[in-house]
């Protein structure tokens, strides 16, 4: 990546839902967006914490104890280990951190697991 | 980091410009925010690439060869190895990532290096 990234004008570039892609890159980590509306998997990741920044609208991170919600400009990161599952009413656009490699279901295998693709 | 983070909530904490705090980890980065107003340091990092997300307000980032100049909701990753130089007109918002132990001026020794401070 050697310009800079306008996150409204890549949003724009999505398919649809939990189809996410990737902006850039931080060393070994890959910088994602993806729109989430509707409910994801359950799943978790035992080698990284996950990284979750709302851009706009509202995402509710499901955890098994408790629901964290966020609006934007607030992010949450779930510990590595940790089951999740996001889900958003309406739809809601988010900035995703985790390592080159990292599924985006985890440990599940779901019809929403995803191919690593560049936007 | 067990509980969210307000972007706006935590800028409101920071003292003044260039005293980086950090709000969170995934896995071995820090994730940081902090104030910019005025111009920065010279510097590069030979180990890491460089996150700048802009959260409010405008900031550039000279490169030797160019100026990065990023509005709110743009990011752009300065990559190892480059010198740049932060600055800003009026006060500016910005998230950073990197990992930990990345000191803020890289190479440069200046009055502005920062201690790994949370917030």
Redesign the interface.
């Known amino acids: ?8 004008e890549k949003f724009e570039l999505l398919v649809g839902p939990y189809a996410p892609r990737i902006i ?4 070994d ?1 890959k ?1 994602q967006i993806v729109k989430v509306k509707g409910e994801f998997v359950w799943h978790k990741h035992d080698d ?4 979750f ?1 709302v ?1 706009k609208g509202c995402l509710t991170i499901q955890l098994r104890d408790r629901d ?3 609006n934007a ?5 779930v ?2 280990g940790v089951e999740h599952c996001p889900w958003a009413d309406e739809e809601t656009l988010v ?1 995703l ?3 080159r490699g990292t599924r985006n279901t985890g440990d599940t295998e779901s019809p929403l697991t995803a191919t690593e693709l560049e936007i």
Not at 1 to 7: E, G, T
Not at 24 to 27: A, I, L, S
Not at 73 to 77: D, Q
């Open positions: 990546m050697d310009a800079k990234v306008n996150l409204a850039g890159f931080v060393n980590y910088l990284t914490d996950d990284f920044l851009v964290v919600v966020l400009g607030e992010l949450f990161v510990p590595k900035l951190i985790e390592p």
